[in-house]
């Protein structure tokens, strides 16, 4: 398709979308490598793109249920069929005036995805496909600041001053989702002069490199937080030029108020940080010309609203709010409207399964952004969810809550039809979830599909625009999903799809920046203003209603969220005797970040130089007391479930806790199936705990109470 030599792209293989340089031989990509104009950054799973494009288990033709769901039996049949199918399906539903009984679980990666143009004009939801990340932090960013909600937004590491500090909590950042990009800047940030402190209950490869490693216990973070701000504030440690100008009025007092007893004293009972140290970090902090954090999904337990809304007050009350090295704001690039545009569904909390749990109607006011899986299985039972569309997303396997969501795809009403109508699953290879899927249809790879990207801050150069552009040919009849959905578009509402193809949606999206597909391509296939544009809103404001920081929520205030809870998830203190260990799931680059397809590929699976199992981590001194020894195989019981596989023992966990890594367990897939054990299998999934999502705001449960027995 292109020319042989090395051409620029974007790789897909996690969501940290690093531009990359990719050579074409004869017509096959061969080899990737950072993309040196825009920083060079790749990892080595951007690398191993090269095997999963040429994997053998890569689908090439729409394939149409035979069998039950969950049989995984299907047969193959032609686009056109497959589009009659998708068609007749949406048409009935939409004709009853049931739109909004549509969720498109995909990956938003892209503001500009031709999928949200779909979704707008059926009056259907997206659920992002990542119910238990980052969703409180991501609340409370946009309930503090009013701040643009990305998946995922790491403070500008390579902005980071000499003496900076760089806040890693729970992070997983060497060795997780956006390794190519996030490590070295930190490194280069670290080689000027800035300090890593990682708090993690777990010596991670973050800890590794960390000048301070502290080994809080999991779900203490919102704790420790509230104990710095505690002695900030207490020894006018504060920057108080920031919050007299910039916190909305009162609302410092009120944190104030609410901090006066949680001495870092009373916040180490919790956290199991030492008093003293819980001291010399906020001091650290409070005099440091900047400090950036990152938690990701904090530390486990859920329990993320609070400790976001910890985080975002300690970053408001120390002036590390849209500053060097500090918590970016991100900005909006002026891309154009694709014209006219579709109206968009109901509110979520009047017609959306958004809270279906015993607290729906305490909730029902309040408009979370993550959709764990488990409400979709709740919102299939109680009939508010009748049509499901899966793109890069493994709901059957990868998210808490998974086995309840495979029982609900399968419920049948009293005439034997299935209660979800219709489950659509596109994707490059077959999941776990496809095997639920009416119809599978065979997606694009990242060097197969046009795609242009667009979020208002990217980890690798702040905010701009990059192109994604096909490289080589697809097998067989492979067809990107936004494809898939622009013909659908077409066929169901004309009026909103006058475009071509994904190209003219494009072009059309770039005319705000003067641009087009073709010249962002002769550009190198990236724009971007270049600047960071810090501490904007010196003209503007913040993005909040008062255009001031809210450090107070009263709009939570009867549910009591107004200000964070210094506690411990309740999950930390349910059933102690009987489950003991806290098992916390972490991640590892080989798998993470990704849908099915990385977990099934031959390289990263490798057991020389990837990871083809993954034992339980266990500290040494709680194995001797059950007389475990290293590599033997133990059983992991949860009040949910339980796994039976091998621990190795290492000092570099906490001895109350147990490590499972994150992912593992596909049962799909001639390099992944049966290898390794899935942490999910133990999460409470069947709403046994449901009110304690949704007092945290959506975020799930990643971790929960186990017993280790031999
Ligand atoms: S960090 Fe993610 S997007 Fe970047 S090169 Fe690695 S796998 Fe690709």
């Given at each position: 398709m292109v020319q042989d030599g090395w051409h620029p792209t974007v790789c897909y293989?996690?969501?940290?979308?690093c531009a990359i340089l990719a050579k074409v031989q004869d017509g096959r990509v061969t080899e990737v490598k950072g993309n040196p104009k825009y920083g060079g950054k790749a990892c080595v799973k951007g690398m191993a793109g090269v095997t999963l494009q040429y994997?053998?288990?890569?689908?090439?033709k729409p394939l149409k249920r035979v069998g039950e769901r969950g049989e995984g039996r299907f047969e193959e049949i032609s686009w056109n069929e497959a589009f009659d199918i998708i068609e007749e399906k949406l048409r009935s539903l939409y004709d009853r005036g049931e739109g909004h009984k549509l969720t498109y679980s995909f990956f938003p990666h892209s503001l500009t995805d031709p999928k949200w143009h779909f979704l707008n004009a059926y009056g259907g939801y997206i659920n992002t496909g990542l119910p238990h990340c980052d969703s409180g932090k991501i609340v409370s960013e946009i309930k503090c600041w009013g701040g643009i909600p990305n998946h995922h937004i790491p403070p500008a590491w390579f902005t980071m001053p000499k003496d900076g500090i760089i806040l890693l909590v729970g992070r997983h950042a060497f060795g997780c989702l956006d390794d190519a990009c996030v490590p070295r800047d930190i490194m280069e940030a670290m080689d000027r002069g800035a300090k890593l402190i990682v708090v993690d209950p777990i010596f991670s490869p973050d800890a590794a490199k960390a000048d301070w490693w502290i080994p809080i216990r999991p779900s203490g973070d919102t704790a420790l937080f509230l104990g710095m701000i505690h002695h900030i504030i207490e020894n006018d440690l504060y920057d108080k030029k920031f919050v007299e100008e910039w916190?909305?009025?009162g609302d410092f007092d009120k944190v104030k108020a609410h901090v006066k007893d949680m001495t870092p004293e009373a916040m180490s009972a919790i956290c199991d940080v030492p008093a003293d140290d819980i001291r010399r970090l906020a001091v650290m902090c409070a005099e440091a010309p900047a400090v950036g954090v990152d938690g990701?999904?904090?530390?486990?337990?859920?329990?993320a609203l609070d400790f976001g809304h910890a985080w975002s007050i300690f970053l408001a009350i120390t002036g590390n709010l849209d500053n060097p090295g500090g918590q970016p704001i991100p900005e909006l690039t002026p891309l154009s409207p694709v014209e006219p545009q579709p109206p968009g569904p109901p509110p979520l909390n009047e017609m959306g399964f958004h809270r279906t749990g015993p607290n729906r109607d305490a909730f029902r006011n309040y408009s979370f952004i993550m959709e764990p899986t488990w409400y979709e299985a709740q919102a299939i039972k109680d009939g508010s969810l009748k049509i499901l569309l899966v793109t890069e997303a493994n709901p059957a396997l990868t998210e808490m809550g998974s086995k309840e969501w495979q029982k609900a795809v399968c419920m049948k009403d009293a005439n034997g039809e299935?209660?979800?109508?219709f489950l659509l699953n596109t994707d490059i290879m077959l999941s776990e979830t496809a095997k639920y899927a009416d119809l599978v249809l065979p997606d694009q790879t990242h060097f197969e599909r046009y795609e242009l990207l667009y979020m208002p801050w990217w980890y690798n150069f702040g905010h701009g625009v990059l192109l994604r552009q096909p490289l080589v040919k697809a097998p067989g009849e492979a067809m990107h999903s936004n494809l898939v959905f622009i013909e659908i578009g077409k066929r169901m509402f004309p009026e909103y799809f006058q475009f071509k193809d994904d190209v003219e949606y494009y072009d059309i999206q770039l005319k705000g920046l003067g641009l087009s597909v073709e010249k962002l391509k002769a550009m190198g296939g990236k724009w971007s203003p270049g600047t960071m544009g810090f501490r904007k809103y010196r003209d503007g404001g913040f993005g909040t209603p008062s255009g001031t920081v809210h450090l107070y929520w009263e709009d939570l205030e009867e549910v009591g969220q107004q200000l964070p809870r210094a506690i411990l998830a309740p999950e930390y203190d349910a059933d102690v005797e009987e489950y003991p260990f806290i098992m916390i799931s972490y991640r590892r680059i080989h798998i993470n970040g990704t849908g099915p397809w990385s977990s099934n590929n031959a390289q990263l699976r490798d057991p020389a130089s990837g990871q083809s199992t993954n034992p339980a981590i266990l500290n040494p001194a709680a194995a001797a007391k059950l007389g475990i020894g290293d590599g033997d195989t133990v059983t992991i019981k949860s009040r949910t479930g339980e796994l039976r596989m091998p621990v190795r023992l290492t000092e570099h966990i906490r001895p109350d806790c147990v490590g499972i890594m994150h992912g593992f367990g596909a049962t799909v897939g001639r390099v992944a199936a049966g290898a390794g054990h899935c942490d999910n299998e133990l999460i409470p999934d069947a709403g046994s705990h449901l009110e304690w999502q949704d007092l945290i705001g959506g975020e799930a449960h990643v971790s929960t109470r186990v017993r280790i027995t031999r």
């Open positions: 293989q996690c969501k940290a979308e994997a053998k288990d890569r689908l090439t916190v909305r009025e990701f999904k904090s530390i486990m337990l859920g329990q299935y209660m979800l109508e």
